[in-house]
């Protein structure tokens, strides 16, 4: 079974701190992973997408890198504000036709 | 990216009930797809609306509790029937535009059966 893990499932750090969430997946063969976040309650808000053939990704404080033959992902967060405090999820493609494959979430706490 | 309007964001039903929730994307896609996503869980696929033809269903989940409909390329609801306490989710719809490129997501629909 096609499986993705994010560990820890919640994290709670200092204002400014740099942090790396991680996302780990069964299969090294994928076609695309996509990093979401997620307000209480809201729905998801796109951050990042990766395809099989790259390396990393970046926007802004975030940058997101993918390493198929270990089968992991890291979502990178620089300087860290209280405005990042939500849940991050990863979300895996494994073939082009495939549905996405979901981790379960890390919840991040930024304190001031 | 495509922007994607979800209606009600939150509301209270009695058990028994239904409830209909709308999704409007501000482009034309070829597919619409919606998730539940149970107190403390990642999201689960319900079901894949295409125009024109039935929704297909993903394993545990059934047309007659969660009917969809998909009247055009923009629109699509989808129907929580008969609710339990159980139903108590939020839920979500996406588009991906191509299929298999990045999804987004409209803001969720917040749900609580009492």
């Known amino acids: 079974k096609q499986e993705v893990t994010q560990i820890p499932a919640a994290l709670s750090v200092p204002e400014g701190e740099n942090l790396v969430l991680n996302c780990s997946f069964t299969?090294?063969?994928?076609?695309?992973l996509q990093w979401f976040r997620q307000d209480p309650g809201k729905g998801l808000t796109s951050l990042l997408l990766?395809?099989?053939?790259?390396r990393e990704q970046t926007s802004g404080r975030l940058n997101a890198s993918l390493d198929k033959s270990s089968g992991r992902s890291t979502l990178y967060i620089a300087a860290s504000q209280p405005g990042d405090s939500a849940t991050y999820l990863c979300?895996?493609?494994?073939?082009?036709?495939?549905?996405?494959?979901f981790g379960g979430g890390t919840r991040l706490m930024v304190k001031p | 990216s495509a922007v994607i309007s979800q209606k009600p964001s939150r509301d209270i039903c009695q058990r028994g009930t239904s409830l209909t929730i709308q999704c409007q994307v501000d482009s034309q896609v070829t597919m619409m797809f919606w998730y539940r996503q149970q107190p403390g869980q990642s999201l689960t696929l319900i079901a894949t609306a295409n125009q024109g033809s039935e929704a297909t269903y993903e394993s545990g989940f059934v047309i007659d509790k969660f009917p969809i409909s998909r009247p055009n390329l923009t629109f699509s609801t989808l129907t929580v029937s008969n609710m339990s306490p159980e139903d108590s989710s939020i839920y979500l719809c996406s588009v991906e535009e191509p299929w298999g490129t990045e999804a987004f997501f409209g803001q969720g629909t917040r749900l609580t059966v009492v």
């Open positions: 990766i395809q099989s053939s790259q």
């Open positions: 299969d090294s063969a994928i076609y695309n």
């Open positions: 979300a895996v493609r494994y073939n082009a036709g495939n549905m996405l494959t």
